[in-house]
């Protein structure tokens, strides 16, 4: 490949006003320069978006390629997209995208019948950026709800239509967020929100309080009845659903993203009461579903991994537990079909799916087509074929229809992507970080390419949350491998590969755990020549963008390129916004204690940046919508890296318009953004990209 000519001039960063604001935590004063940037309505902060902006596209439109890029991936992406089918009421329900719809469309047709557009969320705005974010059926599919997004807020609206002819029913309800919607019959349903912040903006407002309400059909808002939370039992996340038989509301709730009581309530006897299962935050639990009185809780209380359990709704305590599926040495989830339990095992962060009957007899494992990440398995009761898909990093998402009887599978829908798996490879290794413990991470790239230690590579984690990282299939992907590229994502700790033992050993006092899991990856594909330092990008979002500003600040010298999307990038404040308290059992605040303090202290990326440093070409992401993880975290860390950043490499910020965290985005946005990602890196790394 040719490096082409360093052409490329920056315009001047903007001259970010510093203010003088300090906080003090246990004696040390902390100053936060930036601290104005927070306030995301004021015309100062707007300014200073738009000037960052027009640096950057005035970097990305100097890139000679990336117009071809941008077109490639456009071809790429122009091919017809489905989701797997569900049944709801008399019809069959599936999404999908014509190829560059940017939302795609939800369809339904009866046996034998032409499909027909049921709900098409590229009319609910001009632009695409109003998104459907979930819709949910009564159990007879006379009426459905479903929630939309605007610029990809996650503050929700939710409209009711009876399914027959598409007319609305009753009020949109406003203000609902971090919610599913639980249909009893058909006189109404269940959802979440939060009360409004009463001041400041309504995206980077602190949400503290989840409330379960039942919405009556044809009752205004106004009028829905507190099921639970409030001041009785205040709680930051409550979620509800119904068994499928309607006769349990089963209620979760929590404080942070780990750990939940559960609840549930006995629809079928009137005037029941809620009756606590557990109540505390130690484990993770909910109801699978129920045979009679019988509940199936799904937990991992004294079982790191994971186990089913039966209990007697008549006396629901632990104490009366019986294992139905035990804890095993990998970790499992589980979903219902057709009278059957499906257990979905991670075997070094890859698919191993169990057939097992309701009394907890396994009836078989369910052959796949690789190695790889399945998916679905879920169907009501009585039915005798489910769907699921099969993707890996060189096997594009495919959806097969399975016989729940036979155990037979076969392709259902193809992906028409054009890419040949035969020309790629993706291998698992294992690598040892700082402290010995063994890594996994897949390697993705062209068969017989040379390990000279001069292939582009992208290396991406999160590690956090308990979130696994599976293979996935991604078009965008297909830019790097076919430039001979490396695609590498290791599964860090704080991750839930591993069971809840290795999401332990990310969090708090042990985070840096998780930042030298990610170095040392990066280390091992330069050791063994996949990659060196000038061809070596690392890329992450959310908790993962906070992985990259940590990796970036404690080894510069390191990576070459560094895409920090949507970070959680000032670790002593993050817990002022939106839920953001409600991940304190990851990361710990400042307020904990002098010890937490001053761990955090060392390593947000906002914190630990130095004057007078050199580093690496950076690009970060982030979105004027973001109400997830607020967008000052990235505005923030921007300002403070171009003030100390003394290299030649340019230090960016593209901050995306009418859009949020990432969900809901436009196909067209989603292209743009990655268009300029792989531009910045190629260009960054001196690599002509070949057409």
Do not use: C
Not at 83 to 97: D, I, L, M, Q, V
Not at 296 to 305: D, F, L, M, Q, V
Not at 413 to 423: L, M, T
Not at 527 to 542: E, F
């Amino acid at each position: 490949m040719i490096a082409p000519a360093d052409t490329i001039k920056t315009l001047p960063y903007p001259k970010t006003a510093k203010g003088n604001v300090t906080d003090d935590y246990f004696g040390t004063i902390v100053p936060d320069p930036y601290r104005w940037l927070e306030n995301d309505t004021s015309a100062e902060t707007k300014a200073w978006v738009e000037e960052e902006n027009k640096v950057t596209q005035n970097y990305l439109e100097q890139i000679p390629y990336r117009e071809a890029i941008k077109k490639k991936l456009e071809v790429l992406w122009n091919y017809e997209k489905f989701s797997a089918p569900f049944k709801e009421g008399n019809y069959t329900y599936f999404y999908k995208n014509d190829g560059l719809q940017n939302q795609s469309v939800l369809y339904r047709q009866t046996e034998g019948s032409e499909p027909e557009v049921f709900l098409d969320p590229n009319k609910f705005s001009g632009d695409g950026t109003t998104s459907l974010a979930g819709i949910d059926f009564s159990k007879n599919g006379s009426l459905a709800a479903y929630q939309i997004s605007e610029g990809g807020s996650d503050w929700r609206k939710v409209i009711v239509i009876k399914t027959s002819d598409k007319t609305t029913v009753g009020d949109t309800l406003t203000d609902v967020k971090f919610s599913g919607l639980a249909w009893q019959g058909t006189e109404g349903f269940y959802y979440s929100s939060y009360d409004k912040p009463a001041e400041g903006s309504q995206l980077s407002g602190l949400t503290q309080y989840h409330k379960l309400f039942f919405h009556q059909l044809g009752t205004p808002q106004s009028a829905d009845k507190l099921i639970f939370g409030g001041g009785q039992t205040p709680r930051r996340y409550i979620g509800a659903y119904l068994t499928e038989d309607e006769r349990f509301l089963v209620i979760t709730a929590a404080n942070s993203t780990t750990g939940n009581e559960l609840y549930f309530k006995d629809l079928s006897k009137p005037n029941s009461g809620i009756v606590k299962v557990v109540g505390n935050f130690d484990s993770e639990q909910s109801v699978l579903t129920n045979k009679a009185s019988v509940l199936y809780i799904y937990t991992n209380y004294k079982a790191p991994n994971y186990r089913l359990v039966t209990v007697d709704a008549a006396n629901p305590a632990i104490s009366n537990w019986k294992d139905m599926i035990a804890e095993t040495t990998n970790v499992m989830s589980a979903a219902t079909g057709g009278d059957k339990i499906f257990a979905n095992y991670l075997k070094d962060a890859t698919s191993l799916v169990m057939q097992y009957d309701m009394s907890g007899t396994k009836e078989r494992e369910i052959a796949l087509p690789g190695i790889g990440t399945a998916d679905g398995f879920s169907a009501k009761k009585g039915e005798s074929e489910l769907y699921f898909t099969f993707t890996s990093y060189v096997y594009p998402s495919t959806i097969f229809k399975y016989n729940i009887g036979t155990g037979q599978s076969e392709i259902y829908k193809k992906s028409g992507v054009q890419f040949d798996p035969e020309k790629y490879e993706s291998k698992q290794v294992f690598y040892n970080s700082k402290d010995g413990t063994k890594i996994p991470m897949i390697i993705t790239h062209k068969k017989g390419i040379e390990l000279n230690g001069k292939n582009p590579t992208l290396l991406y984690g999160y590690g956090g949350f308990s979130v696994n990282l599976t293979p996935a299939f991604s078009t965008s992907n297909i830019i790097l491998l076919e430039q001979g590229g490396i695609y590498a994502v290791p599964n860090l700790r704080g991750g839930g590969e591993y069971g809840e033992k290795w999401h332990l050993a990310g969090t708090k006092m042990q985070k840096q755990n998780v930042f030298d899991d990610f170095i040392a990856a990066a280390q091992y594909l330069i050791d063994q020549k996949y990659t060196s330092t000038p061809y070596l990008a690392i890329s992450g979002g959310s908790n993962g963008g906070l992985l990259v500003g940590a990796a970036m600040t404690q080894r510069p010298e390191l990576f070459k390129v560094a895409f920090p999307a949507v970070g959680v990038m000032d670790m002593l404040r993050y817990n002022k916004f939106t839920a953001g308290a409600g991940w304190a059992y990851d990361y710990g605040t400042a307020e904990d204690s002098k010890e937490m303090f001053e761990y955090l202290y060392k390593y947000s990326p906002y914190s630990a940046l130095k004057a007078g440093t050199n580093y690496p070409a950076t690009m970060v992401t982030t979105a004027d919508h973001d109400d997830r993880v607020v967008p000052a975290h990235s505005f923030k860390f921007a300002a403070r890296l171009q003030e100390y950043h003394k290299g030649n490499s340019p230090v960016l910020i593209r901050i995306e318009s009418k859009a949020g965290h990432g969900a809901g985005k436009p196909t067209s946005k989603i292209i743009e953004e990655q268009a300029d990602k792989w531009s910045f890196m190629f260009q960054n790394m001196k690599i002509n990209y070949q057409k």
